[in-house]
């Protein structure tokens, strides 16, 4: 069984930081692209960022210089250091990330259970 499980969301205050981390744990043969989604209210879940195995990123446009993805391969874990933060970033973020199982050894994605990130004064 193949779980993503986030951590780290919270309220900050506009201009602050936050820290999103998510953890892909179970019976895993690899893991791939990791990635962040993230979906405000009475809106579509939308992209954020993505990090390859490599190291590759790419950013949405909302979030280039204000927002850094990196990853643990070690630890199957991907970071989302959140910085300056704008009362528009208020969403629940959601992990996502290519997980070959060890009983398939086949990836496919996978979703995390979300994390709320308010950005309120």
């Known amino acids: 069984q193949v779980q993503l499980v986030e951590s780290g969301g919270g309220l900050v205050q506009p201009g602050g930081s936050l820290r999103v981390s998510c953890e892909a744990s179970g019976s895993i043969f690899g893991v791939g692209d990791m990635g962040w989604y993230r979906q405000a209210p009475e809106k579509q879940r939308e992209f954020v960022a993505r990090i390859t195995g490599g190291g590759s990123t790419k950013y949405a446009d909302s979030v280039k210089g204000r927002f850094t993805i990196s990853r643990d391969n070690a630890k199957n874990t991907v970071y989302l250091q959140m910085n300056s933060l704008k009362s528009e970033d208020t969403a629940v973020y959601y992990c996502?990330?290519?997980?070959?199982?060890?009983?398939?050894?086949?990836?496919?994605?996978?979703w995390g259970q979300g994390t709320q990130v308010t950005v309120s004064s």
């Open positions: 996502n990330a290519e997980v070959a199982p060890l009983y398939s050894r086949s990836y496919s994605g996978f």
